[in-house]
């Protein structure tokens, strides 16, 4: 089988699909007009984020069996064109779930010990000792949003913090000992911490507004490291103005574009990024959460072991 590899990966990858007899071709530059115009020679599709894989796309790529993205989401994907074609599609959420939760975890520690500002103050000579006063997890409610792989390693990594972990999810059954499943109400009922692992869908687009984030009974912190198109940036603003959010962790900004290696579609800052970005109880960064060393690897070991379990004697 003739493999495409759109975006550069962990050498792992090509070694392990070469290795079980696979053929690989690397095209890092080519634009999505040219790629379409020889997918039809490939058997396979290695992809990232680099552009939409729409049905123009697959309608050019006549012998396509499996496109697999080096990630843990598919909304890159015309996924339901896509499998109508009989094409299948793989992921590897697996892979980088322990980064996520670290990262997720890491936010909401520098949030409630207020670490990136008291660097700041004491960078510029400042020995502000009472303004820093943190707060404990110890005895705090964490809410997850989406309980798939990102979800549960997160709960995983609240166990030695003696917090309550609950969680909501479009699927029954599962909470698992980590983490109580309960209704969205029940959620917004005790939450005190609110994080985000859920893919960008129809159902979560723009599913943080102002009407979900005074649906909380009690003022909330927040982490975002799933999708920033899932949080309205200007509604945020204004509930972290209001004290409604006590402070956020943003791994996802609501205007990256779709690759997720730029921030802006526009060259122009939207008021509301402007106003986000001036805060001091915000903590941001660019889309790094399952993004270690470690994690490159574990997606490349992933995505080749699917690949050749599903493919190798084809």
């Known amino acids: ?27 890092y530059k080519a634009s999505k007009a040219e790629i379409e115009e020889i997918i039809s020679k490939y058997d396979g599709l290695v992809i990232r984020s680099r552009f939409n894989i729409d049905k123009q796309f697959l309608d050019a790529a006549k012998n396509l069996k499996f496109i697999a993205r080096v990630g843990a989401g598919l909304e890159s994907i015309d996924t339901e064109y ?36 008291a660097d700041r103050e004491v960078k510029s000579g400042l020995w502000n000792r009472e303004p820093n006063r943190g707060i404990e997890l110890d005895g705090k409610t964490v809410g997850i949003i989406g309980y798939g792989n990102m979800g549960k390693a997160f709960a995983k990594k609240l166990k030695g913090f003696d ?64 999708r920033g198109k899932s949080v309205v940036t200007a509604d945020l603003v204004a509930a972290l103005q209001s004290g409604k959010i006590l402070g956020a962790g943003l791994d996802v900004l609501e205007f990256e574009k779709l ?49 050749i379990q599903n493919f190798k004697n084809q």
């Open 1 to 27: 089988m003739k493999i495409l590899h759109l975006d550069s990966n962990h050498s792992l990858l090509l070694k392990m699909l070469k290795e079980a007899g696979f053929w690989n071709e690397e095209n």
């Open 82 to 117: 896509a499998e109508k074609l009989g094409i299948k599609l793989i992921a590897a959420p697996e892979g980088n779930r322990n980064a996520v939760a670290e990262h997720a975890l890491g936010m909401l520690l520098s949030l409630f010990n207020n670490l990136n500002n």
């Open 163 to 226: 917090c309550e972990v609950i969680c909501y999810d479009i699927k029954e059954n599962v909470g698992d000992e980590n983490a109580t499943q309960v209704s969205l109400k029940e959620l917004q009922r005790k939450t005190d911490v609110l994080s985000l692992h859920t893919p960008w869908t129809p159902l979560t687009d723009k599913m943080i507004d102002s009407e979900f984030i005074n649906s909380f009974s009690k003022p909330f912190w927040l982490i975002n490291t799933a």
């Open 259 to 307: 690759s997720f290696e730029t921030l802006f579609d526009s060259d122009n800052l939207p008021n509301s990024l402007k106003e986000l970005f001036a805060m001091n109880n915000v903590i941001l960064s660019p889309h790094i959460a399952g993004w270690t060393v470690e994690s490159k690897e574990k997606l490349a070991k992933v995505i080749a072991e699917k690949i």
